[in-house]
C-alpha cells in the first residue's frame, strides 16, 4: 500500500526557515516523481515544486522560486522541501503527493498533509 | 500561465441526481485535465485524468469529457458521499494550474 506521511509543519514567524519531510513506503521511490502541493485555509490548491524520480530536474512556482527548495534521499525514501524567507502568505497546508508515471504533473497519491502557519 | 474557471462555485442537488461540472481554460490544454475530488477534512483524490480517464478504483458513475478548452465531469446518479469540492487542473505546461473548485452540496 503507498504511503505518504508529511512531517515538519509548524508555526513559524516571517523571515523563518522550515524543513518539511515527507517519509515514502509501500513503492519504489526512486522511479516516481514526487511533488508539493500547498492549500492556504479554505482555499484552492497550488502547486508548489516537483522533482524527477533521480533528483537531477526540479521545478518550482514563481510564488517560491529562491526561497523554497525540493530535494530528495532515495537511500531514505524521503522528500524534503527546505522552506525559507517564510512570508504569511505561505501558511498553507503541505502536501506531498506522487506523480502519475509519465503524466509529469497529475497526482495519485497524497499524504494528509501539515500544516505551516507564518505568524508573529 | 494558463487559468482555469469552474462553475457553479456551488451546486446543490439531491441523492439520485446527475451532476454536472463545468472547467473552462483560458488557453487550449488539449485533453491534459485532470479532476480532484477533495472532502471535507482530506487530502484530494484523483478522479479522472486525461479528460476522460478514470483513476484506478474511482467509480464508474463519474465521468469526464471535452478537450481544448471546455471540460466537464459528470457524476450519473450522486451518492451522499461525493459532498465535496471538485477540482480540475491541467498538465499541458508549468505551472499545472487548478481551478478554484465546485462546492457540490447534497440536499
Known sequence: EVQLLESGGA?????????????ASGFTFNTYAMS????????GLEWVSGISGSGGTTYSADSVKGRFTISRDNSK???YLQMNSLRAEDTAVYYCARVVPGSLYYL????????????? | EIVLTQSPATLSLSPGERATLSCRASQSVSSYLAWYQQKPGQAPRLLIYDASKRATGIPARFSGSGSGTDFTLTISSLEPEDLAVYYCQHRSNWPPTFGLGTKLEIK
Open chain 1, 36 to 43: 508539493w502541493v500547498r492549500q492556504a485555509p479554505g482555499k
Open chain 1, 11 to 23: 508555526l513559524v514567524q516571517p523571515g523563518g526557515s522550515l524543513r518539511l519531510s515527507c517519509a
Open chain 1, 77 to 79: 525514501n524521503t522528500l
Open chain 1, 108 to 120: 495519485n497519491y497524497w499524504g494528509q498533509g501539515t500544516l505551516v502557519t507564518v505568524s508573529s
